[in-house]
């Protein structure tokens, strides 16, 4: 039986507090809970909420079908709920979800939001995220005039020589205590660590998998 009170993660949202618009619904902004990119707007009303919290899963309200539907039934690109808040006013909401196959648009895109001047450019993730995009896409197609080419190109003997020194300069940053090189230092530690990840085909995503279960 659906309860009112919903934990996902480390947040309790009560149906009854959220404010419907004059048709009953509310927008609903769909977001990856681990990089952070938008992914969809869609509407929700009361039975779809309770039915998104009750099953872990995104249900929304169709306008022009004027019906419920289950995000992914028919693709199988279902979401997993994380999380879900609402804003101040508690008439939008904002769900954190893992989306399945990592498509959530029709047209077989990752995000709904992927359209700049009739270009396809996908929405920004997190910095981290896309750096390593940039550090993949070097990888992947190699420019002589990149040092992250020539890092790559160096194989773990460079990459990991370069980690070591980085890991060091960081921990000297620290005993000096000194702000903006501890920062300028960590940030040249993340690159390394990036391009570390990049050379061995580790996907970043299965860093933040791992960090968002030893926070749980």
């Known amino acids: 039986m659906f309860s009112s009170d919903m934990h996902l993660l480390d947040h309790t949202i009560r149906v009854e507090e959220i404010r419907y618009d004059e048709r009953g619904l509310v927008p609903a902004i769909v977001q990856d809970y681990l990089d952070g990119t938008v992914l969809m707007m869609a509407w929700m009303n009361r039975e779809s909420l309770e ?20 995000k992914g039934a028919t693709s199988g690109h279902i979401q997993k709920v994380h999380s879900l808040r609402y804003d101040c006013d508690s008439d939008a909401l904002l769900v954190g979800v893992e989306q399945v196959g990592d498509i959530a648009c029709h047209t077989g895109e990752r995000s709904c939001f992927h359209q700049v001047d009739g270009k396809i450019l996908p929405p920004p993730p997190d910095t981290l995220s896309q750096l390593f995009a940039v550090i993949c896409d070097r990888r992947d ?10 890092l790559l190109a160096g194989g773990d ?18 005993k000096d205590d000194e702000p903006d090189a501890i920062a300028s ?12 990840l990049a050379h061995h ?10 960090l968002q279960q030893r926070r749980k």
Not at 51 to 70: D, I, M, N, V, Y
Not at 157 to 174: H, P, Q, S, Y
Not at 185 to 196: K, M, N, Q, R, S
């Open 51 to 70: 039915k998104t919290l009750a099953t872990g899963e995104t249900w929304f309200w169709s306008r022009s079908r004027k019906e419920l539907w289950h």
């Open 157 to 174: 003997n460079n990459i990991l020589k370069k980690l070591g020194e980085e890991t060091a300069e960081v921990v000297m940053a620290c």
């Open 141 to 150: 197609h190699p420019n002589e005039s990149s040092y992250t080419c020539k």
């Open 185 to 196: 230092e960590v940030a040249d530690l993340f690159y390394h660590t990036l391009v570390a």
């Open 201 to 210: 085909g580790v996907d970043l995503k299965a860093v933040y998998r791992q």
